[in-house]
């Protein structure tokens, strides 16, 4: 019997308490659990790789891992190796030689479901000098590679680009220190007067960084009483715009709604200092290392650079570390990027971000779609039923939720039948 070169993919769900328990079971048809399902992730990173089914290579991940719909069966999974380890004993057929003389031999990319029935953390994702820098700092100081004092689980930037499944809400960068100012207008506090002073005295990148400063010291000076009187300001312009008929900000209400699921949180008092996006179904963001973000409530698929490193400023549980964010953070105010947008023939989109490690095709196939690109692709059906077949005539067919790993050697990939489906490649 030949040996596949199509490979069908076991993915990890992280369970993260800011997780729907029900959207991602419901989409792709799988029974709910009662836990959480945040992400679902299909990649080769070591903090949860996806697993190959039928291909044991080097060392086996911890099974236990693997407790959700998508991991299939005890037996399954026992023989199942990490896709990272085959990718590793083939690089050139695995990635072609161009992606492997690139990065090295490791896929470059982490592919993620995300579904967020609550905010996620105000959280920033680090340029490439500083992972470097911040994880061989950790490892120096004998961190283990879980401790929760970790920063930073690798070595490596992480821009990222989502694309919405559904209606998709998130803050993403800065926002013009013009804007910025109209919103603070009215609010009481030092805080906020010292938050204001900064703008109107530098309305730039240096007006920003210490605006977010002033808000995000309200931590550490531990000064709940002047965060609520100032949330109770926001809530009495609202208050003051409904009664003559005005618009209300959605910025205020954003304010708002943070305080009310994380009260005394500055991360609330810093939302009124960043873009707030919505996005429509087949809509999408890129996000560059270095910009801070937080998303709010949605289901998107999304595509990074294949690394685990998340600075976090508020708005969680998790380990907070203002200094290491700040000192991580592209402080320029801009409208948020939009990925460049292209139809290609058989009903798929393409999105072309600046990132060199990854791109996207989504869309509902028409009845058939060639995948044209190169390198290592990983395939997602969203919705129904689809086949994927590679020019020597091997194919696997996929149910909703269900995933492949196309090799650079197979060449060119048909898509064939009417569903939805994402495909994850390095442009």
Known sequence: MPRPNLFRLVNPIQEYSWGSDTVIFDAFGWPRTGAPAAELWLGAHASAPSLVQGQVVGQHPDSSFYRMPTAGTDNEISQAGALGDLVRANPDFMLGSAVANEFGP????????????????????????????????????????????????DAFHKPEMLIALTPFEGLCGFRRPRRTLELLAGLSGSTVASMRSALERQPNAAGVEAALRAALELRNRNCREELDQTIASVER????????????????????????????????????????????????????????????????????????NVLRAGLTPKRVDTDELMAATDFTPAAPIRPQLRAVPGGLTQYRSPAQEFSLLYGAVGGHALVTQSGPRIVLCLRNALTVRTALGEELSLSAGQSVFAPHGVGPLELIGDAAAVVAYVP
Not at 111 to 137: D, E, I, M, T, W
Not at 245 to 271: C, F, K, M, N
Not at 272 to 293: D, F, K, M, T
């Open 237 to 308: 312009v609202i208050v003051g715009r409904k009664e003559r008929g005005e618009r209300v900000s959605r910025g205020h209400v954003t304010a708002i709604d943070l305080a009310r699921q994380y009260p005394g949180d500055p991360g609330a008092l810093v939302s009124l200092l960043l873009n707030r996006v919505s996005l429509e179904p087949g809509e999408a963001v890129y996000l560059a290392a270095g910009q801070i973000h937080a998303y709010l409530g949605g289901l998107g698929v999304e595509v990074m650079a294949s690394s685990d």
């Open 106 to 153: 490791v896929l470059p990319y982490l592919l993620k479901v995300l579904s967020a029935a609550q905010p996620l953390s105000l959280q920033v994702h680090p340029r490439p000098h500083v992972a470097r820098a911040g994880f061989q700092r950790e490892n120096t100081l004998g961190l283990a590679p879980d401790s929760d004092q970790r920063n930073y689980k």
